[in-house]
Structures are given as structure tokens and as C-alpha cells.
């Protein structure tokens, strides 16, 4: 558990630096923050930004771990899915792509 602790400090106290190495523009990652200018460059300075905004950054400067994480996360729910017998035939999914395509 320390280890999880230790990386997001880690990843809190270095996020001007992986700001600052990414390719997008500031005001970009400000957008998708839904924070003014000054709160931005606040945040960043004091490095104070909360869980939420830290998955917004994350998501947006990270996308391979982010895409990474995501494909775990449908295969736990899928894993989960399939030991409650929340499954559905082959025929099934064939009929709902079916009429998804024709619409």
C-alpha cells in the first residue's frame, strides 16, 4: 500500500515536470480541468490538485497507462460478468450488431 502512497506523491510533486515535457499546451490541459488560468498555475506551484483533476492530467499525459488500465478494468468486469452469469449467446450479439449496423 506504501508503494501506491509513495508513486502518487511521486507522480504529485514531478506533475510540472511531465507537464512541461507533454505535448499539449497548457491551456488545453486548463480546458479539461474546467479551472481558470491562475488556479491552473496555482495548482501547480503548490501542487495541490485534487484526485480527480490528478486522473484528468494523468488520462490526458499518460494515454498508453491509461488505455492500459482501461483494458484491465473491462477484463475484470468481464472476468465478473462471466462467474455471475451475466453472459449472453453468440446469437445475441450477432442480432444487436446487426441491427446497430442497419440503423
Known sequence: MLDIIFGYQNL??????HIEA?????E?????LGVSRA????KIK????????MVVL????FPEEAKAFEIKEALRESREDSMTGRTRTH?????????????
Open 22 to 26: 507533454s505535448k499539449f499546451k497548457k
Open 12 to 17: 504529485l510533486d514531478n506533475i510540472d515536470t
Open 91 to 103: 446469437k445475441s450479439v450477432l442480432s444487436d450488431v446487426r441491427i446497430k449496423l442497419r440503423s
Open 39 to 42: 488556479t491552473f498555475y496555482n
Open 46 to 53: 503548490k501542487k495541490n490538485f485534487t484526485i480527480d483533476e
Open 58 to 61: 494523468s488520462t490526458i499525459l
Open 28 to 32: 488545453y490541459l486548463i480546458e479539461q
